[in-house]
């Protein structure tokens, strides 16, 4: 069974930088692409960043395009969030989740494995 940790979560002022961190155990990490959701109160959980199994493609959203970036390293089952410029908006739980594919998938249903998310607070 495959286990997800998220961290690096907080409170950081408008314009600011955090870092995420996913770590996995427990199952197969390097061979399935990793994306990153996040939920704000009243709404549902978006789609923010994904990348394939070797790291060589990535997809970010519309909203965090130029701000966020994704990564992964493998040989340490993790994954990342690099988040820079952090807005009020940005503001959620972020979740990391594991695809059922190698490939970058935005779609909720094609995650099957999911950590159990870590706020991020921007104030402004």
């Known amino acids: 069974q495959v286990q997800l940790v998220e961290s690096g979560g907080g409170l950081v002022q408008a314009g600011g930088s955090l870092r995420l961190a996913c770590a996995a155990s427990g199952g197969i990490f390097s061979t399935y692409g990793i994306g990153w959701f996040r939920q704000a109160p009243g709404k549902e959980r978006e789609f923010v960043a994904g990348i394939n199994w070797n790291g060589g493609s990535t997809l970010h959203a519309d909203s965090v395009k130029g701000r966020f970036t994704i990564s992964r390293d493998n040989r340490k089952n993790t994954a990342y969030l690099q988040m820079n410029s952090l807005k009020p908006e940005d503001t959620a739980v972020y979740y990391c989740?594991?695809?059922?594919?190698?490939?970058?998938?935005?779609?909720?249903?094609?995650?099957?494995?999911w950590g159990q998310g870590t706020q991020v607070t921007v104030s402004s």
């Open positions: 989740a594991r695809s059922t594919t190698q490939w970058v998938v935005a779609a909720v249903r094609e995650y099957v494995y």
